[in-house]
Each structure stands twice: as C-alpha cells, then as structure tokens.
C-alpha cells in the first residue's frame, strides 16, 4: 500500500487540529507562529533594555520617562517560522510492506503537522530530502515518501553529519534501530550539538517482538545478506526477547541522558494511536 493511499481526508482533518510541541525556544527563519528568543516587532512585550542612540523613538517607553527621568525601549518577542526535521531509516529492515508503509506515512504526517502549525517541514529518505514551507507542496511530498528506496543498511551517524541543521529546530528520527547503540549514541549527541529538540521512534514489526517460527529455521539478514542456521526453540526465543528489551532499555536510557524523547511504536498498531502517541 502506498502513503499517498493512506493520506485520506480523515486524517487530513486529524491533522489540521494538530499541534507539534516545542519544548525550547527556537530561531527560526521568517515571520512564523512559533515564539523565538530574537527580539523583534510582534505585539507580545518581552522586556525593556535603556535606550541607544539609533533606536527607533517608537518603541521608547514614555511611562518609564515620566517616572524616572530615563529613556527605555520596549523589546518584543519576535515569532518565526522554524523547521521539523525528519529523518526515516530506508535501510532494507524497514522495507517490509508494513513498516515501510507506516513508517512514511508517519514521516509524511508529522511534516504536514509542522506545516498547518506555519512551519517550515524537510522529509530525509536515504540520501535524498523534501523541503516544503506549505501546505501546497503535499502533493510532491507524497510522491517523495512513495519513491523511497529502501536498501541496505543505515549508517545514523553519518546520516546525521550530513543534513543541513543550521538553526534550533524540532528533529524525529523513525527506524527499527537494529543497529549497535553506540552508533546511535553518536547521532544523538550530534543532534543535540545542534540544539535539537530531538525525538526517537522505534518502529518494529509484531513478527520482530513476537517471532511465531519453530523448528529448524535459515534466516537471511536483509541488509548484509548474511545467513544463519538456528533452531527455534524455547530457550532461543527467550533469549531473543531478553535481547531486544535490553536493547530498547539501552536506548531508552540514552535518550533520557541526553534529553530526547523516545516511542516504541509497533507498526500493525492503529495509526490514529501511533501519531497521537509521537505528538504527545
């Protein structure tokens, strides 16, 4: 199924009652809807500062001067647009029918959330992004998230150094995050350098938490090619499962070191579930 496909009215509706949540103040761009630490020219006072000489006699505080005999202007918060940033693993782990599906949709609404909230939204698949700064540009969106490839494996920490984080932002990454945590590790504290206000979604298949395979079993990793000899049996698939909760515990942990959110969604979920838990 492709994203364009599930990206009906309804959710549209969904979504244009939607909100992204900043925690930070951000600098953003251009005149947006978003309260940055710039001081400019809105209407919601910020703060005074004694006056200069080049400063606008508009802005100066005659009140003040009547009481105290000294010149102050008025500072305002000045609002901006600012960027989301989301970042989809398209390594070939997540090209399976459901996750592939879940995962782009997922990208695709977050950025459309971000441009009904007047802000600017860039959509990285692979090596290829998506800017868009309105609601206008869904279409081409759209056709981005159904053209991703999804092979190989997932390198975060060079993915990372190589989007354009010029500005404090609000940046999603959605994966399986089948990959050493140390790697991610690196990705995140990057983000972080960056000033993001960052978010982690674990996407995973019920087959991933819940392996229904018994028997004497060869299985193929999608990304490496690499195949291995195993029967399943009680023993191995408690083990299995004890790995993985250590796995997410680890990356839990991490996010809660640097500061990050994290969600561990997985992808036969109801959707209406899934957003609403990643924009809470």
């Known amino acids: 199924m492709k994203v364009s496909d599930g990206f009906n009215n309804e959710l549209i509706e969904r979504l244009n009652r939607l909100r992204l949540k900043y925690t930070k103040q951000v600098s953003g761009l251009s005149g947006g809807l978003r309260r940055s630490n710039e001081k400019g020219s809105s209407n919601e006072f910020s703060d005074f500062r004694s006056y200069s000489d080049g400063d606008s006699l508009r802005y100066i505080d005659w009140n003040s001067y009547a009481r105290l005999n000294r010149l102050f202007v008025k500072l305002y918060t000045e609002e ?3 960027e989301l940033n989301v970042l989809a693993d398209c ?45 206008a540009g869904l279409g081409t969106l759209l056709d981005f998230a159904d053209s ?8 975060i920490a060079s993915a990372a150094r190589e989007m354009r984080l010029n500005q404090k932002g609000r940046l999603i990454v959605i994966s399986d995050f089948m990959y050493p945590v140390e790697e991610l590790e690196e990705a995140v504290g990057y983000f972080v350098y960056k000033k993001q206000q960052l978010s982690l979604v674990m996407l995973t298949s019920r087959e991933e938490n819940e392996p229904g395979f018994d028997g ?29 909760k250590e796995h997410k515990s680890k990356i839990f942990s991490l996010c809660r070191r640097f500061g990050a959110d994290f969600t561990d969604i997985v992808s036969d979920a109801d959707f209406t579930s899934i957003l609403g838990r990643v924009l809470s």
């Open 216 to 244: 004497e079993l060869t299985l193929n990793d999608s990304e490496t090619g690499e195949k291995i000899n195993v029967e399943m049996t009680d023993n191995v698939f408690e083990a299995y499962t004890s790995a993985l």
């Open 80 to 82: 901006k647009q600012t």
């Open 148 to 155: 991703a490839e999804y092979t190989g494996s997932f390198d």
């Open 91 to 135: 390594s070939a782990s997540m090209g399976f029918e459901d996750k592939r599906y879940v995962s782009g949709l997922l990208a695709v609404s977050l950025c459309y959330a971000a441009l009904v909230g007047g802000d600017r939204a860039r959509l990285t698949m692979g090596k290829d992004s998506s800017v868009l700064a309105s609601k």
